[in-house]
């Protein structure tokens, strides 16, 4: 009985330990922080631990989305701000000029420099992006070593509710893209897109579809110079790996269809002007050909051949769509790109919308341009 | 022609904008930031922009952990660490008190409170958690909405290499959970279950099995008491969750065996407490049992029936193992509970080993545990 009262105590003394020991346990007098808290009336408090912090602000994608935060005595930092219209928000802290995620929030958004966390404020009802009680689909997660970039690469794909009990069944495909800032798991994690896919399948407005989703940093594994010439690089080195590795690992396995047909292709900013630039290049491989508040570089001359013959593009394209933000720093850029297209004879539908150069917007332009795709 | 070079000029010019707005683009005379950097001798030099900080420290999970770093004129802090042993090691940088991750990398521990980043130092060969050349599975990402918890809970599982052209064959099942700090994505993160399992399945050294990871915060969404009782709450919604909820949902959608003998149950720190305890209590579920550097709470009370009738246990159980550090905290916890059971006459294996409460240590520990799996 000793023995046992023994094990019994030395339980109840570690548990004060049991965070592993990297990084270093919370102490006991620490209360834990609740942050983001969302409130009855969608206002919303952010809070972090920083005693050694002079200055600290919290900023988002919600308008006007920047705030002081407040210190209290324990160097507990508060503010609270909204209310918010009910959406998913990235957002982030400036603690003494050093941005960061909030380190009390589990959901972040995936970044190549990973800065922002994730807010999700929720309707009454549920909301496209919301998970609901539809059938769902499944987010698959691949590596593989890309031989023409000589490095190991990610790749996510989604495959609609039913996949694994339909065998016979083939599917079309999207391939879908991302921003400069983001990378494969973006658009599930915070573009949400295997459930925008699950709740519009649910109300009958798109065809049951895989979406594919790769990492557009291709021509560098870290941070690399942002110039046009290093873009333009990077979008070839981008398209060969897609081409040559991701599309026949994606054919290789799973049941898909493999005419242009079949195949969509769009992105959002540097992820657009990867989709407009091979979909354009390669109307052959994609008919479905979008982008999101796309960054277009030099399309004159990385695009000649399409533009130049426009008949024949016409032919093989179902659909040639991109839409832009009214209040997008890249909507002169759009502009311009429509206005070239016109100029060409190339059959496109370019939309100016509300909204600027963010994630809600992305989530809307998903959900208008897949219920076009893959229709007679 | 005067449009066409108007199109290429304003798309050359907004290329230093091409980040998305929020949160705000590096500028242009900001250099990108390469961190971690792996030398060529093991050394691994860390660097962190924060020019408003007046202190920082960057620590691991290497040996001596923790190295001050200096400043530059430009605000640039630098330390170089090592040289390290080939692995993985979560890190991070302390600013001014403010623990962080690395925002200069992509890579990050999964974390419930996320502070932590992943450096990779590769050995000459590769580990048995690397990307190699052998055939690998596929790890999906689940959702569900918990009855028992009434909320949304995320779940992992890993299909070995070859699963989906074998329609007909039926898999054992290994559940695997994690440590308190971290949450359902870490074993694939950062404990690479999923390449550890491709890699020994290719050395013939494992059957091959379905991996659940799941998310072992069930009473609470956000970080809550760390008391006994807490844990103890924690441990039997889990163990509710696990059995009403994520078995049948594996059992629905995978091709999985259903039978004790064709399930195993594991997890480290926290998440070995779960196993051990809901192992333990259910061995009629589950006869394949371990922990690693396991906190087990009150197992006297919690496992009474099992400990009191050995006998029965005994002949359910094929494996009860665990294992703990010599310098991990919970050695003492581990050694009591070796003691208990051979009070009561468990049949199990203990092993001490080298290492502390870290993940290099429970990599090796599911190496040395999935060969024992599913054996005659």
Known sequence: MKRNLLVISICFFTHGLLAAEFPAPRRASEPPIISPEVHADRTVTFRVRAPGATNLTVSGEWPNGTMQMNRDDGGLWTATVGPLEPDLYGYSFLVDGFRTLDPSNRWLKPMRSPTTSVLDVPASQPMLHDFQSVPHGTVSLHEYQSKSLGRLRSLRVYTPPGYNQRARVKYPVLYLFHGSGDNEATWTALGRAHLISDNLLAQGKVKPMIIVMTDGHASFAQPAGTNAD?????????????????????????????????????????????????????????????????????????????????????????????????????????QEFDRLLNTKGLVHEYHETEGNHSWPVWRRYLADFMPRLFVK
Not at 255 to 270: F, H, Q, T, Y
Not at 282 to 302: C, D, I, K, Q
Not at 303 to 318: D, G, H
Request: hydrophobic content about 40%.
């Open 230 to 334: 290093a873009r333009l690089r990077n979008t070839a080195a981008f398209e060969q790996d897609l081409l040559e590795e991701v599309m026949p690992l994606v054919e290789a396995n799973y049941r898909v269809k493999r005419d242009a047909a079949n195949r969509g292709i769009v992105g959002l900013s540097m992820g657009g002007g990867q989709s407009l630039s091979i979909g354009l290049k390669h109307p052959e491989l994609f008919a479905w050909v979008g982008g999101m508040s796309s960054s277009v570089y030099n399309p004159e001359n990385t695009l000649a051949s399409t533009l130049n013959n426009p008949t024949v593009a016409n032919k093989q394209l179902r659909l040639l769509w991109f839409a832009c933000g009214r209040a997008d720093f890249l909507l002169k850029n759009n």
